[in-house]
């Protein structure tokens, strides 16, 4: 794989973004009612992709920060707009969690989905196109295309492939996650103008942007603009209130993909953009936003606590694991940082496992109420294990994956603010309540219900795409030097920035300032 010539691997980034687009148009001449023919090319293609993305992986130099693979080519040159793409240590393992989870996701609809395959497929593959182009993107106009590009299959794959409440659910995503967007294009249009304005040049290139000076009070508005799209694709709380009904109403597969992926748009987001852009205004809202963190760890565990649903738990839970990415971010150090990356890779595993668990057993049982289950693990051992493990993961043990990431976010967040630190680690405590909770009350007691005697456990197909998942956990748990080595000089540049800026833009500012003085020309 790492033989691969020269000249593919200089444009292995385009290919990676657009080879689901040809899996797309392949779709468009097979026949319709041929489901297994469509699932197997489908499937095909997003394991091609995944394949494909080993060698940026392995060949990723972790001792530079710059971007690398890089393609750039004029697009709307008028307007200084390129087609612009590049990886470094930050977007990497996000890519590569795309990749890696969505055949996963496409081997759990050959059961699940049995209506409108072909079309089913179709949005799949535009969703992988969205979402890695995202996370590649080093041109701004070309981020939001693609951020925006996501929108359209997900709203299609709840709405037409949901439960019961699906229209509802999905126009509720869209809404809420449109409306953020909205905000973050006119804030990307004011930064274009910006950038002319100092420079004499017109460009969306983000790496111009960033050797910007921004005048501090042009910094608030901005990141409050950025910051509000991201927060409402994360979410944070309190903007959260589409992602249960988004979760519980999406099929299976988009419940994985959801979760897994498009959250950490957000969360990416802010540390790609918001933060080194406007490294003034992103430190001094920290204490808002950190608290905002930890009422969403605290909110999101409580509230996991109380559903009967086991679907909703899990969904509730994201907000829970979400806040800690988002502490660790803000805590604007390597360990803080480092561990909310880690954490966005091991909540896409963890929690994309869980959904994949619950859509296992409703497929057999055509429920997801706690209550219609008890003794499972008499019938189903391996299926049991299985979902162990996954729980295990997602409260945080020692020796799985979510244990590095919350304690690399929890060190990071000590140095910078220890009374909310101490308070998110009450989070980890309640992980282990709702979780274990649930665990003992599907799978332990006694078989009160006849129907659930007779469950068949995993098949080999359900086996095969639970396996690399339960590879990871461990990976990521006992050596997760594999992928934070890749990540270390990405972060520290990401610092060293966020410092530098602050101080310069700072520099001979009146002692104790005000925020409303620093921001609005209010005197102290």
């Known amino acids: ?76 040159a008028d307007y200084g707009i390129e087609y612009h793409v590049g990886v470094d240590g930050i977007s990497l393992w996000l890519v590569m969690l795309t990749t890696f989870l969505m055949p996963i996701a496409i081997l759990s609809t050959y059961k699940a989905v049995e209506k409108h395959v072909k079309e089913f497929m179709i949005f799949m593959l535009i969703l992988e196109v969205g979402m890695v182009g995202v996370f ?144 003034v205004a992103a430190v001094d809202l920290m204490p808002a936003i950190g608290a905002l963190a930890v009422i969403g760890i605290i909110y999101g565990a409580l509230v996991s606590m109380v559903q009967k649903d086991m679907k909703k738990l899990v969904a509730y839970s994201s907000v829970s694991h979400l806040g800690f990415v988002m502490l660790g971010l803000f805590a604007f150090n390597v360990q803080g940082i480092e561990g909310g990356i880690l954490q966005m890779i091991n909540h896409g595993v963890s929690t994309g496992a869980l959904f994949l668990i619950v859509g296992l057993i409703y497929e057999r049982r055509h429920t997801r109420l706690i209550s219609d289950f008890g003794g499972l693990s008499k019938v189903l051992p391996v299926y049991a294990t299985v979902f162990m493990i996954v729980t295990l993961s997602s409260i945080g043990l020692p020796g799985t994956n979510g244990f590095v990431g919350e304690f690399l976010i929890l060190l990071g967040a000590f140095k910078t603010n220890r009374v909310l630190t101490v308070l998110a ?60 080595r890749k990540m270390d000089a990405s972060v520290q540049a990401v610092v060293t920035r966020i410092e530098t800026k602050r101080q310069a833009a700072l520099s001979g500012r009146p002692a104790g300032e005000t925020l409303l003085a620093r921001y609005f020309d209010v005197r102290k």
Do not use: C
């Open 425 to 484: 680690a009450t989070g980890v405590i309640l992980a282990a309540v709702y979780m274990l909770w649930m665990y003992q009350r599907v799978m332990f007691g006694k078989i009160t219900n006849e129907e659930n005697r007779h469950l068949r456990d995993l098949n080999a197909r359900e086996v095969a795409y639970m396996l690399p998942i339960l590879v990871m956990v461990f990976w990521i748990g006992v050596y997760p030097q594999t992928f934070l």
């Open 136 to 279: 590649l993107a080093i041109d701004l106009f070309l981020f939001y295309i693609f951020w925006e590009l996501v929108l359209i299959p997900m709203y299609f794959l709840i709405g037409v492939w949901g439960s019961e409440r699906r229209i509802y659910s999905a126009i509720k995503f869209f809404l809420f996650t449109f409306a953020g967007s909205v905000l973050m294009l006119v804030a990307i249009i004011a930064l274009y103008f910006h950038h002319h304005e100092v420079t004499g040049v017109y460009s969306t290139d983000l790496l111009r942007m960033y050797a910007l000076d921004i005048p501090v009070k042009l910094q608030f508005w901005m990141f409050a603009a950025f910051a509000l799209a991201f927060a409402f694709k994360v979410p944070m709380f309190p903007f959260h209130t589409w992602l249960p009904d988004a979760h519980v109403d999406a099929p299976t597969s988009g419940s994985v993909i959801l979760a897994a992926i498009l959250l950490k748009m957000g969360t990416y987001g802010f540390l790609r953009f918001a933060i080194p852009l406007f490294p």
């Open 1 to 76: 794989m790492t033989g691969l010539p020269a000249d593919f691997m200089a444009n292995i980034l385009t290919v990676l973004i657009f080879l689901p687009l040809a899996g797309v148009f392949v779709l468009f001449f097979l026949p319709r009612d041929n489901n297994r023919l469509l699932r197997n090319v489908t499937f095909a293609v997003t394991l091609l992709t995944f394949l494909l993305s080993l060698p940026v992986a392995l060949k990723l130099d972790g001792a530079t920060a710059a971007m690398q693979f890089v393609v750039r080519a004029p697009w709307i």
